[in-house]
DNA sequence: GCGAGCAGCGTACCT
DNA sequence: ACAGGTACGCTGCTCGCG
């Protein structure tokens, strides 16, 4: 039969481990699989030795006897040579930690930490949400025959939101109850306990029957993935204590169970029997660690704007008891609550896709790879294909190797520190993806490393580490059938027409090969790494500093000005050349690049921005790294690094550099971007500036009693927790810089309390900074700005 | 005892 | 809990001066 493989658990049966397989078809059911043994490996001085001591091994453990069912000598390749090696079979997954224990005496012990359940997908190659092809009887799986890449189908999915009475700021599960429950799937809905006249409420008589009505829902209409934001931390853990103290039961699972949580590294997931729970919020966190998005807060109203470009409907946090008391306004509430059912289902319309890819690529099941670290993605990859390979995979590190690891890292990207200026026509060019392309074209792995085979014709690294020239790596060989894919796919795309399925499939694939690819190299040198190489890593950059630094020389050469580059980019100054030019110096690098390699140009600026780095006053003024803006030809402003930037500056220097900076990429009008500083520093000195522009926000890294130092952001932390607001790890800190006090942390407020506002703080410390340091290129001085707007007429920079 | 100068902490950014 | 490179504000210490 064919049916879409879902998930994998196991039980026991007997003293035997059976494995429960979930496939799709119309539903979801199981398929069991009692013939698959756990095992791990030992590598051994003495092969013979040791297989005929782990035979005999008996070991006792809290009255059970644990033995190997059987020892066998294969052929594996450890390290990148081939070694006779013992494979260790055991009777029960629980054994294989205690087996090993006695065993690690023989040698080295390998793969005895991988879970079961991974353990049978990788050996047996069954890939999530791919239709495999299998025989049975029964219940019982025989045989694998075959697994089709096939298009994901439509889930039953669901989205789901509650709203809590909370008039005491935070709701208390123990006393406030649920007042909403809202939905959003095929069709949407709220749950409530107050006739409310809208089409799409539900009118239930109690809180208890809310919940019960819902999860009724989920199971009348067999929901396989559900879904919420922040749902595994707030919605579940809520529902299940109200649940508790109206003494009902929280039937979500498939045996009416409610969910368990399980801790995964830094995030906690809520799992629910026989459905997938997928919370949205961690695949945000994952697109925000990746660089993939960037928002202010990670908020649904936040990241739902960002993501789609809509407004969603907003009720205060605070006031939703008052909404709910004012039975005028419960109208409303009740629209807001399916707005936000409405609007996570959006984002997972969107989301979701991308996280269906790279479960079908890392091979790991939905529910698992959702959300977990780029690390996580590349090392399942690498552990799937290690196995194909007959490799081994090598060991997780131990606390001291981590921490070995991190105490000696490797040097990385090269950064040109510019000339600080306002310069007109620049072109940019950037290598396409630098660091995987350096890896595939030098073979860079851990174990091609030092290789013996090539002693005069390796592959030597600008730092001079030898690579193999002969046998492919395992990561250059990944890394390589990666990005040929992904081009193959962005091949395809352009033959079809967007927004169909198979395009919108295609587009989420070619992002989750593109994710992937690019966490190889931060795999490397990653401290926790099975395939860790301070060898390869610094390898990878060192060659990276040697190609980009090549390219602004034959630049140079060529007859340009290059007035910056960082890691992969390089920006030149065009001068009196023309396109042209630029095109025949991309053509020229790229025949003398390895075959893989290429230089692509980005795009045309018709002006750049550099400014000066603070400090460096006295003697030559050194420029700013990572600190730049410019336009380019059709007008897009592309700013980085200046503080408007940042969360961490307020409003109004943010607003007021951002109009300098355009009156000067745009018109290039000092006396414009003068009037904009001079007008604003007035207005904060008549203290009509609005308290929401001079908001500061920082978030605190650390919980609140574990700085060495205090700090604005720290200070104000503390009195906002001492007005009862709830401060944690993590939490983001809004505050004000107020009149009262002496140092600028005894006059940090929280937002929220703020009564007035510094001005001299402001003035001095944040709009000038930010505006000076842009303007000083035009021949402004401080004066200038703090005296007003009688100004000499515009000079001429170029 | 006091202010200037500076190191180091801490955060957020860039590629 | 993917990497390293960088800017920069603020605190709190050291040091020179008196």
Redesign the pocket.
């Known amino acids: 039969m064919k049916a879409l493989f879902i998930d994998v658990s196991y039980k026991t049966k007997g003293s035997k481990p059976v494995l429960t397989l979930i496939f799709k078809r119309k539903r979801f059911f199981r398929i069991h699989d009692s013939s698959f043994e756990p095992y791990f490996y030992l590598h051994s001085e003495d092969v013979y030795e040791a297989k005929k001591a782990i035979e005999q091994l008996i070991v006792e453990e809290k009255g059970m006897v644990v033995k190997a069912k059987r020892v066998e000598k294969v052929n594996k390749i450890l390290a990148g040579k081939e070694k006779e090696m013992l494979r260790i079979v055991c009777n029960h997954p629980q054994e294989v930690p205690i087996l090993r224990e006695e065993i690690k005496k023989f040698g080295t012990t390998y793969e005895h930490n991988i879970p079961f359940t991974r353990r049978y997908i990788i050996d047996t190659g069954l890939a999530p949400l791919n239709t495999i092809e299998f025989e049975r009887e029964g219940k019982e799986l025989k045989k694998i025959i075959k697994i089709h890449d096939t298009p994901t189908p439509k889930f039953n999915t669901l989205v789901f939101d509650i709203e809590t009475y909370n008039p005491q700021g935070a709701p208390r599960p123990a006393k406030d109850p649920v007042i909403m429950i809202s939905y959003a799937g095929e069709t949407s809905g709220v749950f409530t306990t107050k006739k409310i006249d809208r089409p799409f409420v539900h009118f239930c008589s109690s809180e208890k029957e809310m919940i019960e009505k819902f999860c009724e829902l989920i199971k009348k209409k067999d929901i396989e993935i559900i879904m919420g934001y922040n749902s595994s931390q707030f919605d579940l853990p809520y529902l299940k204590e109200r649940a508790s103290v109206l003494k009902t039961k929280l039937a979500l699972g498939r045996d009416d169970s409610s969910f368990t949580l399980h801790r995964r ?3 906690t997931k809520a799992k629910i029997k026989g459905r997938i729970h997928i919370d949205l919020f961690h695949i945000i966190r ?1 697109l925000a ?3 993939a998005l ?1 928002t ?1 807060q990670y908020t649904l109203t936040e990241v739902y704007s960002e993501i789609t470009g809509k407004k969603k409907k907003i009720v205060p946090k605070l006031e939703i008891w008052k909404y709910w008391d004012e039975n005028l306004k419960c109208g409303e509430l009740a629209d807001y609550s399916l707005n936000d059912s409405v609007a996570e289902k959006e984002l997972a319309d969107q989301l979701l896709p991308m996280e269906f890819e790279i479960s079908k690529l890392s091979k790991v099941p939905l529910f698992e790879i959702c959300g ?5 993605i ?1 090392e399942q990859l690498l552990m799937n294909r290690a196995h194909w390979e007959n490799m081994i995979v090598p060991n997780q590190p131990k606390e001291e190797e981590i921490n070995a ?2 105490a ?10 510019p000339e600080p200026g306002i310069y007109d026509k620049l072109v940019v060019f ?2 396409r993806s ?1 660091y995987p392309s350096i890896i595939i074209s030098h073979n860079i792995d851990p174990f091609t490393l030092n290789c013996s085979c090539c002693e005069k014709d390796a592959f030597v690294s600008p730092v001079g580490h030898r690579f193999c020239r002969k046998k492919r790596g395992l990561i250059p060989t990944v890394l390589e059938e990666l990005l040929q894919k992904r081009s193959e796919i962005k091949k395809r795309m352009k033959s079809l027409k967007p927004g169909t399925d198979e395009y919108l499939q295609l587009d989420a694939r070619q992002q989750a090969l593109k994710i992937t690819a ?12 099975r395939w860790y190489s301070k060898e390869a ?2 390898s990878t ?1 060192a060659w990276g500093r040697h190609y980009i630094q090549e390219t602004m020389k034959k630049a140079e050469e060529a007859g340009f000005k290059v007035l ?1 580059g ?4 390089l920006m030149l100054l065009l001068g009196d050349k023309k396109k042209k030019d630029a095109l025949e110096f991309v053509a020229k690098i790229n025949s003398e690049l390895p075959e893989k390699m290429e230089l692509e140009l980005e795009g045309y600026y018709t002006r750049g921005v550099f ?6 006053e006295k003697g030559e003024e ?7 803006a410019m336009i380019s030809e059709d007008g897009r402003i ?6 408007l ?5 307020a409003g109004v220097a943010k607003q007021v550099q951002k109009q300098v900076l355009e009156a000067i990429l745009k018109e290039g009008s000092k006396e414009k971007a003068l009037k904009i500083v001079t007008d604003k520093i007035d207005e904060l000195r008549a203290g009509k500036t609005p308290l929401e522009e001079l908001v500061i ?6 919980s609140p009693g ?10 104000a932390a503390k009195k906002a927790m001492n007005a009862g607001m709830p401060i944690e790890v993590g939490s ?2 809004s505050f004000i ?1 107020s009149r009262k006090g002496s ?6 407020m929280p937002a929220e309390l703020a009564k007035d506002y510094d001005a001299g ?1 402001y003035i001095e ?2 709009v000038i ?2 505006v000076l ?1 842009i303007l000083k290129e035009l021949g402004v001085k401080k004066e200038d700005l703090l005296l007003g707007g009688k100004q000499s007429s515009l000079g001429d920079w170029h």
Do not use: C
């Open positions: 590294g830094l995030i994952f660690t990746i660089g960037k202010f977990s670290s780029t690390g996580t590349v690891r991190v000696s890292p490797a040097v990385g990207a090269f950064v040109k520190m950037d290598f630098l690019n966490s190889f190299y931060g795999y490397l040198l990653y401290p926790r790494s890593g610094e950059t910056y960082d890691t992969d980019s400014v000066s780095k603070k400090g460096g050194k420029g700013a790294k990572k600190k730049y592309k700013i980085r690094g200046f503080e930037v940042r969360r961490d500056w926000y920082t978030q605190l890294k650390k574990k700085y060495e130092i205090n700090s604005p952001e720290l200070a983001l800190i810089i140092s600028i942390s005894d006059k940090a703080y410390h944040q900074p930010a340091k």
